[in-house]
DNA sequence: ATAGTCCTTCCACCTACTGGAAGGTCAAGG
DNA sequence: CCTTGACCTTCCAGTAGGTGGAAGGACTAT
């Protein structure tokens, strides 16, 4: 099967398949002419990691999770490790989104919005004390 | 004044102070050893960068609001513009990461997470509907 | 003079792809 | 036979926002 064919039927775009390959997700062998040659069970493996990144498991679980896949003697308990780490991942990165939201509509709510300089916002931008401490309690990334 | 004690006071490592020269973000000068020598104001820029990107603004935003920082005749509508786009993005990515926690939550609890093989989670990761393919025909599949 | 710390630049790496250029292959139509 | 267009190939570069490390110059104290 050709990649474009593979692409079509596992929802994934082709460059991400030669991705997939280049890191060793899948190993396709090659015709005469050089074009990838797919198996039905790469197919499989790729609609299987399509499924396994749309839940935002990383590439590395995606491997492990691969290995689980096609081990018929794996143990529930290990993909349930996996999964069990990345809700937990998740659920953190909510919860400091959620702190962010609330700072920000806060931020946005008390500032007036009109043509005057003046805006909460920027002063909580603002540099008061520096090399200090206070003010700020806790920052968190995207 | 050095990049080291700029780091120190702004809270920014070193390494992420030269990177924000790079991408433009601050010009300090340079003295005759090549040293770079941070005026107060650069300190001040920095130290807003540092809580802007705590609060999540991504750099083109950061950029935009270090001039609306040095301008003593914005708008405050100007900034809250971009706090309220900025606070959309995060509130929709904590939907869509709270729709995630919820099949992800479901999946764990209903696998059982023992040493055998059958598993809920793997279930709704393989695929079932590809074209030309059966469901595990004892033993053919990975 | 030497040790230790600070500073410099440059290059590579991180995630997980994505876009594009340059070029080979294949099937259909004239 | 030739051309067109769709499909395939590889390789290079870029994304966001830095981080780590190497190689080497500069400063301070003894």
Redesign the pocket.
Known sequence: ???????EQSG????????????GLVQ?S????????FAVQDLHKLAF??RA?SL???????RTLLSLYEDRERSSADVKAIAQSHLARVDQKIEELQALSATLRDLVVRCHGDDRPDCPIMDDLTPSDLAGTRKHPAGT??
Chains 1, 2 share one sequence.
């Not at 994934?12 to 890191?23: F, S, W």
């Not at 935002?56 to 995606?62: L, R």
């Open positions: 099967m050709n990649i474009g064919n593979v692409s994934l775009p082709a460059k991400t398949i030669r991705y997939y390959e280049d890191i396709p090659r015709r005469e002419n050089g074009y990838r040659d990691l399509g990144r935002g498991f990383g590439i590395e679980e995606c990334t995207l």
